[in-house]
């Protein structure tokens, strides 16, 4: 079972009966402040092994974010294949020297390349600083490693030697012979797109470095063996991360429930859907019953899904949904959908005239037997712990009147105000040093003959205790403005880099930053 949510008062509702019907152990409240994590690129790859998979993954979640693609910089054939085969050769890069995908190295990676390129092909060396030499050497040694290991299934990805060693070649070919401007705008376009993965929570959640056998790690398919999985990042507070987050979450929650069509049957339950709809929902609801998937969605009306999806979608969503509820509204579009949904009676009329000679005639009519006012009246006369609502369900007749529509009475869920906790407040967000598990991959990995230089170790042992200001504002959610006054409030411990052009640089603690984010 599958919640998206809305508002936040949405959730103690949900929590309640999930607690009275017993099936808290079943439970994952997947919020920002929970300690739950998934991958749902791992997840794609352990299913399928393909890369093409992936991309299409990831230029459905940026389509999400951005209504952009990724993978495409203004629809010149030239730009568009040249971004999607740097982001291609990236991931292919990171799944075979990591083994699986790890967004934080694949950032730590894409970052190399760049700088490998510019080092290479830099004529004189005294341009080379020594933070670019060392990343060129960690980037070729990264290469040599996965060279090494060709002959070896070393991931879940399906390469052949043939197909990894066309990777390397388009790295250490390729990348480096593009012109300089050429190569620098293909990475400055994959770069401002790839910040609206790595910005906010989205990362931190759906592209997690927990390890699978954490007991906080879930797979969004883990509804097949009856977890409960709410999405409490309501939009009402978070705004439009809020509605991305819970899009790109119910739109692969789809295409699992496809794939993995064994165990238990699921469900969808989306309120207010006019904030989550989408294209994938109009194509599932035309066969989600073939994979024993339910959706329950509810929304204001008629409009606001025309506004969301326009009109055509709207008609072929709602043509999919097989019995519908029509609560009290005021929304003539919704009325006239309603009546249409439910068919038109016929009703007979006489008329007489009467002149010279009288005459008489019969005449048929076709006409609505609801009118807006039915929708507009329902549930007026009831107590308020009581809802009225008129059911149509396809293609039925209902015993109790012979009609195709029955008026209903709810009794409405009692409100529980007071939310019930169930985080788990001693989780600690496990800290990925990227760095250091790179050149520990490099040192630990089995990697023969590949030299690593002293300065390799020396960056290593460096940035895992401090930050310059540039890589504080460009890795936290923190302005160049509040982090300076954070260190001048000498909330943040600092100290002085190595000189240079005479202006020793502020180096920020790691550690500090961390804890002051945190509070």
Known sequence: MLFTVFKSEEVPVILDLVKKADREDDLILFSKNSPWRTNIINTELNSTGSIKNVLALFERINKIISGNNILKNGGDPFWDNASRNLFANLIKITILFHGSFSFSIFEYISELASEYARAITTDNDTKITQDQKSKQIIFENILKSIEQKTDQKTSSINLDSGEINKTLNYFTVDWVNMPPKTRESIYTVFRSNLDGFASGFIAKLLFSDLPTDNPNYFEISDTRKGKIIILDIPVSREKEEGRVFQEIVKGFWQSEMISKSEGLPCVLISDEFQQFGSSSDVDFLSVNRSYKVAMILATQNYTSLVDKLGDTKTKRLLGNIQTKFFFQTSDKNTWQFARETMGEVESNSYTEQYNQTHSSSISSNQKYELLGQHFQQLGMTLPPSQAEAI?????????????????????????????????????????????????????????????????????????????????????????????????????????????????????????????????
């Open 391 to 519: 059911v149509f369900k396809k293609g039925y007749l209902f015993k109790e009147n012979k009609k195709k529509y029955l008026h209903v009475i709810f009794d409405k869920v009692e409100e529980v105000k007071e939310r019930v906790r169930i985080e788990n407040k001693d989780f600690v967000e496990p800290f990925v040093n990227v760095k250091k598990l790179v050149g520990e991959k490099l040192f630990k990995g089995g990697v023969v003959n590949i030299p690593i230089v002293p300065a390799l170790t020396a960056q290593i042992q460096t940035d895992n205790e401090y930050l310059s200001i540039n890589e504080v504002i460009t890795k936290y959610p923190l302005g160049r403005s509040k982090l300076f006054k954070l260190i001048e409030q000498n909330k943040i411990l600092t100290k002085k880099g190595v000189s240079t052009r005479g202006l020793p640089p502020t180096l920020v603690s790691r550690v500090e930053l961390e804890r002051v984010l945190e509070m």
